[in-house]
């Protein structure tokens, strides 16, 4: 299989597949606004929407600092998932019944997203076929069968676990063992997505301002370098791009995930593979891997590669390095080995927010106007949409037009993290961390042990994911 034809970067194979579009005109000058959303991606989009179509007189503005889109929201893996990060934590802190509810708000965002896009005709090359997650080795599918009887504890009652051979009668994944599969899931195409929302969101009312990066987020205040919005509730919905705000370099770490898609494989291939579900596809590796058969039937498959750069720099418009583009296709063959000989048409990288305990959170200071929404550790197809239907509820609550509501119980909300440790220990962390999971990864390739390695174990304390 050769890269040498591989399109690096270009943002990512799904803007290459749509094109990369024209940016809306910048902020003209100082401006007021009733919400000044910070952050053209999902999760402004989101807010935007639900809040417009609460109240529709509402002056809502929108700053993006290159085109919605640019960030996670145009580069992700197109996974629509229920997956939350920090549920197990907040069960700790809030009970099991909190986070069984915040679990069962996560099954129901799934379909709210699918339906939200058929209303507004967004096309979005929407597939509900579930999430499956296969395990290929011993220790992965003890990890499995321990993950599948967590989440039906947690409500997943409609979860299935299915053996080797019924694995590979759905997805036929080279060496399976055993899969765990959930219909609250579905693989969609991330920039008809957002570029669908982006558009409605405006045919509603709502000013977007492209090219218009916010320096600085003050209470009422939102500092651009062609004038600053001001505004009741200013909304930071950055995610890994935080730490470009000033003050914020070491709320979220901005963690690296790559991708690469393949050219349109022949049926051939797929008589091999199976996958006519249309499932999006993960695996029990501490590396982990996800992936998804598009629309127009490649595969796109992604994992984490360079994890992190250095003072929470960010990538030059997707690039992404060779070598994680060769260990990326290394994943692809082993699983598929009918792939071998496909071509890689796009390759590409992006970043993620992640806070310091591996927790999202939704937050509005009532005493500042400020809200947040972020910190979805690779979890935000979904989650971005039951984050701004919760700060919809928290700007109503607040606005005395309403209550409490379920949304704004649930023990996200108003979540506190500590922040990151300076450099060059972050750097050095989070560079070991997945160095030990790569390492226990090998490992357990070749170990007939079912117990998870004891390395990945001890990298899970360090980094404070369990």
């Not at 960030?71 to 549920?87: E, F, K, P, Q, V």
């Not at 011993?138 to 009887?149: C, E, G, N, V, W």
């Not at 927010?353 to 197809?381: E, Q």
């Amino acid at each position: 299989m050769s890269t040498v034809s591989t399109v690096n970067g270009g943002i990512s194979f799904w803007y290459a597949d749509r094109g990369t579009p024209l940016a809306r005109e910048p902020l003209p000058g100082d401006a007021t606004a009733d919400i000044c959303i910070v952050g053209g991606g999902y999760t402004g989009l989101w807010t935007a929407y639900y809040l417009k179509k609460a109240v529709p007189f509402l002056n809502i503005t929108v700053l993006e600092a290159k085109f919605c889109g640019y960030g996670a929201s145009g580069r992700n893996g197109g996974w629509l998932y229920n997956g939350i990060a920090g549920r197990d934590r907040y069960a700790k802190h809030h009970g099991h019944e909190a986070a069984v509810r915040l679990q069962q708000a996560m099954n129901e965002t799934v379909d709210e997203v699918v339906r939200v896009a058929a209303e507004e005709n967004i096309d979005a090359d929407i597939h509900q076929g579930g999430v499956l997650e296969v395990a290929y080795t011993p220790a992965q599918l003890a990890r499995l069968k321990d993950f599948h009887s967590v989440e039906i504890a947690f409500g997943e009652t409609d979860r299935v676990l299915r053996g080797a051979r019924e694995t590979c009668e759905r997805v036929n994944v080279t060496g399976a063992v055993g899969s765990t599969w959930t219909p609250h899931g579905a693989r969609l195409h991330p920039v008809k997505l957002v570029q669908g929302l982006a558009a409605t969101v405006e045919a509603l009312g709502v000013t977007i301002h492209e090219s218009t990066p916010v320096t600085e987020i003050k209470p009422k205040h939102a500092h651009t370098p062609y004038g600053t919005v001001r505004a009741p509730y200013i909304l930071r919905c950055t995610e890994g791009f935080t730490a470009n705000l000033k003050g914020q370099r070491r709320t979220w770490l901005p963690m690296n995930s790559s991708m690469i898609a393949t050219e349109p494989l022949p049926a051939s291939v797929w008589d091999t593979i199976g996958w006519d579900g249309h499932e999006t596809l993960g695996d029990m590796a501490h590396a982990y891997m996800y992936a998804q058969r598009t629309a127009d039937d490649r595969i796109a498959l992604g994992g984490r590669g360079v994890p992190y750069r250095y003072g929470s720099g960010t990538d030059n418009d997707g690039r992404t390095q060779p070598a994680t583009i060769e260990a990326l296709r290394d994943i692809l063959v082993r699983f598929f080995p009918s792939t071998a000989g496909a071509r890689i048409d796009h390759a590409w990288s992006g970043v993620l927010g992640v806070p310091r305990d591996w927790c999202a959170t939704v937050t509005l200071d009532r005493s500042t106007g400020l809200g947040w929404a972020g910190g979805y550790v690779g979890s935000g197809v979904a989650t971005t949409n039951l984050a701004a239907r919760t700060l919809r509820d928290l700007i109503q609550q607040d606005s005395g037009q309403s209550g409490p509501t379920e949304l704004t119980t649930l023990p996200w909300v108003g979540h506190k993290v500590r922040r990151w440790e300076p450099e060059p220990f972050r750097w050095l962390g989070v560079h070991g961390m997945y160095a030990a999971y790569r390492a226990a990864d090998r490992r357990e390739l070749t170990s007939p042990r079912a117990g998870t390695d004891p390395v990945a174990k001890v990298a899970d304390r360090l980094a404070g994911r369990h």
